[in-house]
């Protein structure tokens, strides 16, 4: 059985709904878990909701002050030892009419973010000889989507990137992988035309959206002992929308 007694744990997006779900599963298997995120009424929401666990304003656009996170966050838990890279943005718009800023703001957050988190957390975990690290990508990094270029981009490039990080730091005893989701149900998701998201269903062969829970029971094993020889992969979540 997974169990995470005695893991410092950080959940970036953590007032999201995947975000959510990633905290409640981490708690539950006994993880000493922080939760940061952009809006202090969510994460007051999520720390009254779980009460065991630590959260933390930041935003990740602060490139400059990624390494002084880090290190406080370890400071607060009392070490770091696994770290989920589950916050981005969207800033959709076909790709003629994309303005450069809706370009940069993508990418900086969801990828430049989750590379230098990724980067200072492994010094940490050196220290340990001991880590895991899960990035949150999406299928349309594999696929593509119209009005995403710059979200498939970011996504694509962070899977990447996991590929390098694991290359390096394999024979450290930290992991790194990476989890796509495809369409799951979340406020963004519940906000999408009755016709839409009938078209969305009837492309997934399992016909039904998927949860946050699904994506968390697979960053779970993605974090534990039991994935210790598991490390450079991207395991789809997606109901057989894309198969790789």
Same mark, same amino acid.
């Given at each position: 059985?997974?169990? =995470?007694?005695?893991?410092?744990?950080?959940?970036?997006?953590?007032?999201?709904?995947?975000?959510?779900?990633?905290?409640?599963?981490?708690?539950?298997?006994?993880?000493?878990?922080?939760?940061?995120?952009?809006?202090?009424?969510?994460?007051?929401?999520?720390?009254?909701?779980?009460?065991?666990?630590?959260?933390?304003?930041?935003?990740?656009?602060?490139?400059?002050?990624?390494?002084? =996170?880090?290190?406080?966050?370890?400071?607060?838990?009392?070490?770091?030892?696994?770290?989920?890279?589950?916050?981005?943005?969207?800033?959709?718009?076909?790709?003629?009419?994309?303005?450069?800023?809706?370009?940069?703001?993508?990418?900086?957050?969801?990828?430049?973010?989750?590379?230098?988190?990724?980067?200072? #957390?492994?010094?940490?975990?050196?220290?340990?000889?001991?880590?895991?690290?899960?990035?949150?990508?999406?299928?349309? #990094?594999?696929?593509?989507?119209?009005? $995403?270029?710059?979200?498939?981009?970011?996504?694509?490039?962070?899977?990447?990137?996991?590929?390098?990080?694991?290359?390096?730091?394999?024979?450290?005893?930290?992991?790194?992988? *990476?989890?796509?989701?495809? =369409?799951?149900?979340?406020?963004?998701?519940?906000?999408? #035309?009755?016709?839409?998201?009938?078209?969305?269903?009837?492309?997934?062969?399992?016909?039904?959206?998927?949860?946050?829970?699904?994506?968390?029971? *697979?960053? #779970? =094993?993605?974090?534990?002992? $039991?994935?210790?020889?598991?490390?450079?992969?991207?395991?789809?979540?997606?109901?057989?929308?894309?198969?790789?």
């Amino acid at each position: 059985m997974i169990n =995470f007694k005695n893991k410092n744990i950080l959940i970036t997006g953590a007032s999201g709904g995947i975000g959510d779900s990633l905290v409640k599963k981490f708690v539950s298997l006994g993880g000493n878990v922080l939760g940061s995120g952009t809006k202090a009424e969510k994460l007051d929401e999520l720390k009254k909701k779980y009460s065991n666990i630590k959260v933390k304003k930041f935003d990740m656009a602060e490139h400059s002050r990624i390494e002084e =996170f880090i290190d406080n966050v370890a400071l607060e838990l009392g070490g770091l030892d696994i770290l989920i890279n589950n916050a981005g943005i969207n800033k959709d718009n076909l790709s003629l009419r994309m303005k450069d800023e809706e370009w940069k703001k993508v990418i900086d957050i969801n990828l430049t973010s989750t590379f230098l988190l990724s980067k200072h #957390a492994i010094k940490k975990m050196l220290k340990n000889k001991f880590g895991r690290v899960v990035n949150i990508t999406s299928v349309v #990094a594999h696929t593509g989507n119209l009005g $995403q270029s710059n979200y498939s981009a970011s996504k694509a490039a962070i899977i990447g990137m996991s590929k390098s990080f694991a290359i390096e730091y394999a024979k450290k005893n930290i992991t790194i992988n *990476c989890v796509s989701p495809g =369409f799951i149900v979340s406020d963004m998701t519940m906000n999408i #035309a009755d016709k839409v998201k009938l078209y969305l269903t009837s492309r997934i062969p399992m016909g039904k959206l998927g949860t946050g829970e699904d994506v968390s029971n *697979c960053v #779970a =094993f993605l974090s534990s002992d $039991q994935a210790s020889y598991v490390t450079g992969e991207t395991i789809h979540v997606n109901g057989g929308m894309y198969m790789s």
